[in-house]
């Protein structure tokens, strides 16, 4: 009698997860004389007090600077910020990203 052969597919069960994409990094201002600097947050407690230190250190330091404080939408959440971005990028000149907790 012969042999009955079987064969199996083995699937990963992780799956594959696209990479989000990425951007390289902007080059650098020469200086902050009348630009807009955008705080951006994750919404979450503590990060005010980071911006509102940032934004006086800022004003202080660079004479009209303006400071524009946004939150990202989603928090932490990638996917619902793929918009924003560049509505806000529109807006300033510099961010910087803080997170808080």
Request: net charge positive.
């Amino acid at each position: 009698m012969a042999e009955k052969q079987t064969t199996l597919t083995v699937l990963n069960p992780r799956g594959e997860i696209c990479p989000p994409k990425t951007w390289g990094l902007s080059p650098r201002l020469k200086d902050f004389k009348n630009k807009t600097i955008a705080l951006m947050s994750n919404g979450k407690k503590g990060v005010d007090y980071l911006h509102d230190a940032l934004a006086e250190l800022l004003t202080r330091r660079f004479p009209g600077v303006k400071i524009v404080k946004t939150v990202k939408p989603g928090g932490s959440l990638i996917s619902l910020t793929e918009e924003w971005y560049p509505e806000v990028a529109a807006q300033c000149d510099a961010f910087i990203f803080a997170i808080g907790d």
